[in-house]
């Protein structure tokens, strides 16, 4: 059903939008707020702001700001465990998938909306249920590597998910570090090199131009 948006008693600061339509508009707009502010600083009034609507429509969607931020933040963690599930199974060579699972971080962190710093640069990461919903993604996206290493390279599940640990490991922290030094080399290097580490091994990889005897 479609809802007027009202605004100091008139209507016409929103158009009348679909209940999840306007769920959406609302979540774009705390998105912003909370990439540029952070949760603390953060305020409903400036969130309703944003989207162009009053307080009270905002309220009548997310009760309060903890659950606006949370259904944000459960929105982005999904996104990221698509994204690496859909690496793992876009393929069925292994040496691509590790490259799509490093690509996938790289892709979230260099999204336009800054969603990566709600899930891994989080104020927030203190309070109990924002800290399980971040170690979701990790678990999530550990469980999805794991299940293909222990099929397809024939190792026992503990040894497949320590793998698929440092793997996850690798791709977010390697990221996180090349978009914060301002993308000092086209991500498609930045993937390429990180794959090729996780592929074959610093030894295998990387081998020393002059080897001692």
Do not use: C
Not at 73 to 86: N, P, Q, Y
């Amino acid at each position: 059903m479609a809802e007027t948006i009202e605004h100091n008693g008139q209507a016409g600061r929103g158009a009348r939008l679909p209940r999840t339509a306007r769920r959406a508009q609302l979540l774009a707009a705390a998105q912003d707020v909370f990439a540029s502010n952070g949760y603390h600083a953060a305020g409903m009034d400036e969130i309703a702001e944003r989207a162009g609507v009053s307080k009270p429509v905002l309220y009548q969607h997310f009760p309060g700001k903890l659950e606006l931020y949370l259904a944000l933040l459960e929105t982005h963690v999904d996104e990221l465990i698509r994204r690496v599930t859909d690496a793992m199974e876009s393929t069925t060579d292994n040496k691509t998938r590790v490259r799509n699972a490093v690509g996938a971080y790289f892709d979230f962190v260099d999204g336009e909306s800054q969603a990566f710093r709600l899930v891994f640069e989080s104020d927030l990461r203190g309070e109990p249920v924002v800290q399980d919903a971040v170690e979701r993604a990790t678990e999530a996206s550990v469980r999805a590597i794991t299940a293909t290493i222990t099929a397809d390279a024939g190792l026992d599940e503990e040894r497949a998910r320590l793998l698929a640990v440092g793997l996850v490991g690798v791709s977010q922290v390697a990221a996180r570090a090349w978009l914060a030094d301002r993308r000092p080399i086209p991500k498609e290097e930045a993937v390429a090199l990180i794959s090729n580490l996780a592929w074959k091994g610093i030894g295998g990889g990387f081998p020393l131009q002059h080897p001692h005897d």
